[in-house]
């Protein structure tokens, strides 16, 4: 993966890592962020983290979001994104002792599905004798085929924004801006959550030709505005291909952009909904930040991704 701000990407990795428990934390993402369906995404503070190490059978811990409802089997997603990473590097797991602390909500618009599949792509990569085997570019490819999409992927291997795109061989590359020093993010997290995999199906196949013109305008002045002009963020956080498509799914989160946007405010959904992202460089005032059915958190941008610890 290419940084075009010369940040670092996620822990080269270590073959000192082979052996013994990995700590791996990655962070929650916000895909789309208006105009970029399925290209634009930016790394959140708010971590998942898992630790494993390689035993015989599978062996699945959680605790946080998600306790008691995911499987504790090889059928986590965590486990099966360690497993594809051993797949890809062509060995068979042996078996996996995985726990899980969770914070990132489920089905919120908050990248925790490519948060967990990162988080076992950079597991299993470091579990392997020879980590190397599996270049950072490689696990974006692999994230990808499991997600659907590349858009969480990208920022939960590398941090800060990313711009995701299949390049001419078929293949997800993304690119990295650096996010203006005055532009900031708060998540209107929603108690409710949505199967991405579910409102991406209420997507018509094709858009009238003028949305689409509308939509590459502002996706390209999104990128301007979040790296060299904030004061445009307003104009270039106009999505024309996804969000009122799924409004009807998530009326509040329709309501309340509705709410931020009539008051001026760059709201977008974050990611397929239902949570609501504002990202400006002007304080949002303060009876716009308290909406019943919305937890209302100042996220600060995280520069990092997914990082890999030994222990
Ligand atoms: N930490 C995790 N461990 C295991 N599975 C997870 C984890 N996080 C998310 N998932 C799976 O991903 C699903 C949510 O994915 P998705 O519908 O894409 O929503 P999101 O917007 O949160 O990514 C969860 O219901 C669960 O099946
Ligand atoms: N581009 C995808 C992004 C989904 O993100 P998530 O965090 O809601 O899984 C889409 O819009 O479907």
Redesign the pocket.
């Known amino acids: 993966m290419s940084r075009a701000d010369g940040a670092p990407g996620p822990t080269a990795p270590d073959r000192d890592l082979a052996a013994g428990t990995v700590t791996v934390r990655v962070p929650a993402t916000s895909a789309n962020l208006g105009p970029g369906y399925d290209s634009f995404g930016l790394a959140l503070d708010r971590w998942?983290e898992v630790r494993g190490s390689l035993q015989d059978g599978v062996q699945v811990t959680v605790e946080g979001v998600?306790t008691g409802q995911?499987p504790l089997d090889g059928r986590?997603?965590?486990v099966r994104a360690v497993a594809a990473a051993w797949t890809a590097a062509g060995r068979q797991l042996p078996g996996l002792r995985l726990h899980?602390v969770?914070r990132i909500?489920?089905?919120?618009?908050?990248?925790?599905?490519?948060?967990?599949i990162v988080s076992g792509l950079l597991l299993g990569r470091a579990l392997l004798p020879d980590p190397s085997v599996l270049s950072d570019q490689r696990l974006l490819e692999l994230g990808t085929a499991m997600e659907g999409h590349p858009d969480n992927v990208a920022p939960a291997l590398s941090g800060g924004l990313t711009l995701a795109f299949t390049a001419r061989d078929g293949r997800p590359r993304a690119v990295h801006g650096a996010v203006h020093p005055a532009v900031r993010a708060v998540l209107f997290t929603a108690s409710t959550g949505s199967?991405?995999?579910h409102t991406r199906s209420l997507l018509p196949a094709v858009v009238p030709h003028a949305d689409a013109a509308a939509n590459a305008a502002t996706a390209a002045l999104l990128w301007h505005a979040l790296t060299a002009e904030p004061a445009l963020l307003f104009e270039a956080t106009v999505d024309r291909l996804h969000q009122a498509y799924r409004a009807p799914e998530m009326p509040a989160s329709a309501a309340l952009l509705l709410t931020l946007r009539d008051a001026g405010v760059p709201a977008v959904l974050s990611?397929?909904g239902p949570s609501v992202l504002v990202l400006t460089d002007r304080p949002v005032p303060s009876e716009l930040l308290r909406h019943n059915g919305f937890t209302v958190d100042p996220v600060p941008i995280s520069a990092l991704g997914g990082v890999v610890t030994a222990g």
């Open positions: 998942d998600g995911l986590h997603l965590v899980g969770n909500p489920h089905g919120g618009g908050q990248g925790s599905s490519a948060a967990a199967s991405t995999h990611g397929a």
